[in-house]
C-alpha cells in the first residue's frame, strides 16, 4: 500500500485503491451503528434546528468559524505529535486534510488582519480542545476518531456548501473567506474517502480498541452539542436581526425525513448523487439561509454525515 507521504509529496495519488467489502467488524461499520444515537440528538438541538431554518444572527456565522479555528489547530498539532504512531501513520495526509491555516485565512477575511486579538477560544470549545490534547499525548488511538470525524464530514458536501455561501455572501471568485472549504491537494473528494476509509479499516485494532473509538466519536458529538448550545445561548444577548430563511426540519415536512436538507447532505454523504443534488436544491431555494447554512452547516457535516459514509 502507498504511504500517505507519497500523496502529499505530489505522486499520483492512490484513490484508485479498490475498496474491499465492509463487514459489521469494520472500524468504520461500528462508527456509523455506535453513533446513530447520539447523531439524531445532535440534529434535534434548538440551536441546529434554528439553523436548519436559517434562523441564525450573522455574528454566530463568524463565532462557530472561529471554534472550528481552536478546533482544527488542537487536533492538527496532535496529529503532527502522532504522524508516525502506527495507529494513525496511515491516515496521515497533511497537504490534503489540515484545515487550520485555512481557517486562518478566512478569520483574517472577516476580522481584519488583526483578528487574533479579536477572538478567543470558548468555554464549550475550549472542553473539546482540552479533550483532543488529552487523547493525543495520552491515548493517541483515539485521535482516529476525531479526525474521521471531522474531516470526511468537510469532504461530504462542503463544495457546495462553498459555492452557496460565495454566491450568498457575495464573496470573491477568488475564494477569500472561503479557503476552509477548499481542498486543492484532492482531486476526487469521493475517492479519497473510499481511501480514507479502507486505511482506517485496515488498521490492526482488536474489538475492545473499535469500541474505544466508537466512544470517543460519541463524545466528539457530545462537545459539539456543547458548543450548539453555548452559540444559541450567545446568540439570545445579540442585537441584530434574526435572519429567516425558513429553512424546514422534520416536523415541518409532514414527516418526510427525505425532504430534509440535513438529511440529504447525510445520504450526500455516502455517495448518492440524487441526494447532492437534493442537498443543493434545498439549499438554494432559500437565498438568505444560504449564508448561515453554508458555515456551521458544514461543521455539523463533519460530525453526522461520516456514519454514513
Known amino acids: 500500500m502507498e504511504t500517505s507521504a507519497n500523496v502529499s509529496n505530489g505522486a499520483k495519488p492512490a484513490y484508485e485503491e479498490k475498496?474491499?467489502?465492509l463487514?459489521?467488524?469494520?472500524?468504520?461499520?461500528?462508527l456509523a451503528a455506535g453513533t446513530k444515537e447520539v447523531h439524531e440528538k445532535a440534529e434535534n438541538?434548538?440551536?441546529?434546528?434554528?439553523?436548519?431554518?436559517?434562523?441564525?444572527?450573522?455574528?454566530?456565522?463568524?463565532?462557530?468559524?472561529?471554534?472550528l479555528y481552536y478546533t482544527y489547530t488542537a487536533m492538527e498539532e496532535e496529529i503532527e505529535r502522532n504522524k508516525d504512531h502506527p495507529h494513525f501513520a496511515p491516515l496521515y495526509f497533511p497537504a490534503e486534510l489540515h484545515r487550520h491555516e485555512a481557517l486562518a485565512s478566512d478569520l483574517q477575511y472577516?476580522?481584519?488582519?488583526?483578528?487574533?486579538?479579536?477572538?478567543?477560544?470558548?468555554?464549550?470549545?475550549?472542553?473539546?480542545?482540552?479533550r483532543i490534547h488529552q487523547v493525543g499525548q495520552e491515548?493517541?488511538?483515539?485521535?482516529?476518531?476525531?479526525?474521521?470525524?471531522?474531516?470526511?464530514?468537510?469532504?461530504?458536501?462542503?463544495?457546495?456548501?462553498?459555492k452557496v455561501a460565495q454566491r450568498a455572501m457575495k464573496l470573491p471568485p477568488t475564494g477569500e473567506g472561503l479557503e476552509f472549504y477548499q481542498?486543492?491537494?484532492?482531486?476526487?473528494?469521493?475517492?479519497?474517502?473510499?481511501?480514507?476509509?479502507?486505511?482506517?479499516?485496515?488498521?490492526?485494532?482488536?474489538?475492545?480498541?473499535?469500541?474505544?473509538?466508537?466512544?470517543?466519536?460519541?463524545?466528539?458529538?457530545?462537545?459539539?452539542?456543547?458548543?450548539?448550545?453555548?452559540?444559541?445561548?450567545?446568540?439570545?444577548?445579540?442585537q441584530e436581526d434574526v435572519l429567516d430563511a425558513g429553512m424546514p426540519v422534520h416536523g415541518a415536512m409532514g414527516g418526510d425525513i427525505n425532504k430534509c436538507p440535513y438529511y440529504a447532505a447525510k445520504m450526500a454523504a455516502s455517495g448518492g448523487t440524487a441526494y447532492a443534488c437534493q442537498l443543493a436544491m434545498a439549499v438554494l431555494r432559500h437565498p438568505t439561509g444560504q449564508v448561515?447554512?453554508?458555515?456551521?452547516?458544514?461543521?455539523?457535516?463533519?460530525?453526522?454525515?461520516?456514519?454514513?459514509?
Not at 440551536?47 to 450573522?58: E, M, N, S
Not at 472577516?110 to 482540552?130: L, N
Not at 491515548?139 to 462553498?162: C, E, F, I, N
Open 292 to 309: 448561515l447554512f453554508a458555515t456551521w452547516f458544514a461543521a455539523l457535516a463533519g460530525l453526522a454525515a461520516w456514519y454514513l459514509m
Open 183 to 238: 481542498f486543492d491537494a484532492i482531486h476526487s473528494a469521493k475517492a479519497f474517502k473510499q481511501l480514507y476509509r479502507s486505511r482506517m479499516n485496515e488498521l490492526e485494532l482488536d474489538v475492545e480498541v473499535k469500541k474505544r473509538l466508537v466512544d470517543e466519536a460519541v463524545k466528539a458529538f457530545q462537545f459539539n452539542m456543547e458548543v450548539f448550545e453555548e452559540l444559541e445561548e450567545i446568540g439570545k444577548t445579540i
Open 45 to 67: 438541538t434548538q440551536f441546529v434546528k434554528d439553523f436548519l431554518r436559517g434562523r441564525i444572527r450573522k455574528e454566530l456565522f463568524k463565532l462557530g468559524a472561529v471554534a
Open 139 to 162: 491515548d493517541p488511538v483515539l485521535l482516529v476518531a476525531h479526525a474521521y470525524t471531522r474531516y470526511m464530514g468537510d469532504l461530504s458536501g462542503g463544495q457546495v456548501l462553498k
Open 23 to 30: 463487514s459489521p467488524q469494520d472500524l468504520s461499520e461500528m
Open 110 to 130: 472577516f476580522y481584519g488582519p488583526d483578528w487574533q486579538s479579536q477572538v478567543s477560544c470558548s468555554e464549550a470549545t475550549q472542553r473539546y480542545v482540552d
Open 19 to 21: 475498496e474491499a467489502a
